[in-house]
């Protein structure tokens, strides 16, 4: 058990939806990332949050969005959803507390969309 | 721009041999690189890390090498074991800071099989 845990583990929605994904990180982590994986692909980041700012952003579509919440959980917003988006996303913390930066990642969130 | 390359997609190995799975990168800003490991349906699983002042890490029957000047690393597992049969992503960060902080750019994987 890595100790970051991300709701729901699956969720099957129709085209043009909205959802949001949910993590809350390890106890003491201040960084919060988020990344996907898509049909037997490496995991492309999407953005990083610390302390409740916005850190770095990768490929992530205007379509998608991402906040970090005072009590450090995490929620990734993925609005006009397309057959494509059908991917897991992965959330992973760390706490950069200058030993490396090894992230700890959660089990993932399987998106179908329909 | 694939800035972290692993070029085999699988390596097949016998159980008790040496596994040895590789990784290549572009970006000379990365200072920090790990090791994770994956099985279906689970989230990826730290397994090892080096940084780039290190040119060998060892832990068990786990050990990343680092050749900086051609930009390779690779991990090596001795002796392999069927429960070591997983996705290997071999990643990279730019610790030293930048708006990059932190953040992990992985490989492609690479499915290891081990044998009995």
């Known amino acids: 058990d890595s100790g970051v845990t991300q709701t729901p583990k699956h969720l099957i929605t129709a085209t043009g939806q909205r959802v949001t994904l949910r993590c809350s990180p390890r106890?003491?982590?201040?960084?919060v990332y988020w990344y996907q994986q898509s049909l037997d692909q490496g995991l492309q980041f999407l953005i990083q949050?610390?302390?409740?700012?916005?850190?770095a952003k990768g490929n992530i579509l205007e379509r998608f969005s991402a906040q970090q919440f005072p009590d450090l959980h995490s929620e990734l917003n993925l609005s006009s959803l397309e057959l494509g988006d059908s991917a897991l996303y992965f959330c992973?913390?760390?706490?950069?507390?200058?030993?490396?930066?090894?992230?700890?990642f959660g089990q993932g969130t399987r998106l179908t969309v329909v | 721009d694939q800035q972290v390359k692993q070029n085999s997609p699988s390596l097949s190995v016998q159980e008790g041999r040496i596994s040895i799975l590789n990784c290549d990168y572009t970006n000379s800003m990365f200072d920090y690189f790990l090791w994770y490991k994956k099985y279906p349906a689970e989230g990826p699983t730290f397994l090892i890390s080096?940084?780039?002042?290190?040119d060998k890490n060892e832990d068990g029957r786990f050990t990343v090498f680092l050749n900086k000047s051609a930009k390779h690393l690779s991990l090596h597992i001795v002796p392999s074991q069927p429960g070591d049969s997983a996705v290997y992503f071999c990643?990279?960060?730019?610790?030293?800071?930048?708006?990059?902080?932190?953040?992990?750019?992985f490989g492609q994987g690479t499915i290891l099989t081990v044998h009995p």
């Open positions: 990643a990279a960060s730019a610790f030293s800071g930048g708006t990059s902080y932190g953040k992990l750019t």
């Open positions: 106890s003491g982590d201040l960084s």
């Open positions: 949050y610390y302390n409740g700012e916005e850190r």
């Open positions: 080096i940084s780039s002042i290190k």
């Open positions: 992973a913390s760390s706490d950069h507390r200058g030993s490396g930066t090894e992230a700890f």
